[in-house]
């Protein structure tokens, strides 16, 4: 079956604007959780969603949200965006319940400049 | 709070020499550990969980809550294991977010 896809793969953008990701899930995957990996700060957790709720959330200011949709799929939004924006943003998805597995996706590679 | 740390950032071995990839943590409760790898151009993938106490690609990795650890070793490296390798915890399986340890980078030196 077809992996997480992540849209787009690679953007630039500007300080100040908003970008917003997407990610669509394994079929039958009901948690979508996105990370932030950056060289100094590795991988850090931003949010999961599960069932269209968000079930957690990481450290993050709230210039970072996102959302899920009935079928699953995701979005994350980072709003003003600035320098240390720059990142990789991976998305995972996992049925969510019991001792599951999450699978990654190629991530969207974001810089700001 | 859970924190996971990998002190190396890189190690380097011979082809065919034995492999341990360190893994320490942080939390009061029964944890979940996982080993992800990322091969070049490729996603981040589960390679193993202590749950499972299976070998995969003929590593393995035992957890030792009194040492709180949970190191990943393969007895023989091969060039294609040459990676990155994360340890990461879950507080409760599959219902919470997992925490990463900055990662190592293996290089297997032919």
């Known amino acids: 079956k077809a992996g997480v896809t992540q849209t787009p793969r690679y953007l630039i953008k500007t300080r100040g604007q908003q970008v917003t990701l997407s990610c669509s899930p394994i079929s039958g995957h009901r948690s979508v959780s996105w990370y932030q990996q950056t060289p100094g700060q590795g991988l850090q957790f931003l949010f999961e969603y599960f069932s269209e709720t968000q079930r957690n959330k990481g450290n993050f200011p709230g210039r970072f949200s996102g959302r899920q949709f009935s079928n699953s799929r995701s979005e994350m939004n980072v709003s003003t965006l600035e320098l240390g924006d720059s990142a990789l943003y991976l998305c995972a998805s996992s049925s969510g319940t019991g001792q599951n597995t999450i699978y990654f996706g190629e991530g969207s590679w974001l810089t700001v400049v | 709070a859970q924190r996971v740390t990998q002190p190396e950032k890189l190690l380097s071995v011979f082809k065919g020499a034995p492999v341990e990839l360190k893994c320490n943590y942080s939390?009061?409760?029964?944890?979940?550990l996982f080993w992800y790898v990322q091969y070049s151009r490729q996603r981040l993938q589960l390679l193993l969980r202590h749950i499972s106490r299976e070998s995969i690609k003929g590593f393995t990795a035992d957890l030792n809550k009194g040492e709180t650890s949970f190191h990943l070793k393969k007895p023989f490296a091969q060039e294609e294991d040459s990676a990155m390798y994360y340890c990461a915890l879950s507080a409760n399986s599959g219902n919470t977010p997992l925490v990463f340890g900055k990662g190592t980078r293996l290089s297997v030196i032919a």
């Open positions: 939390y009061s409760g029964s944890p979940e």
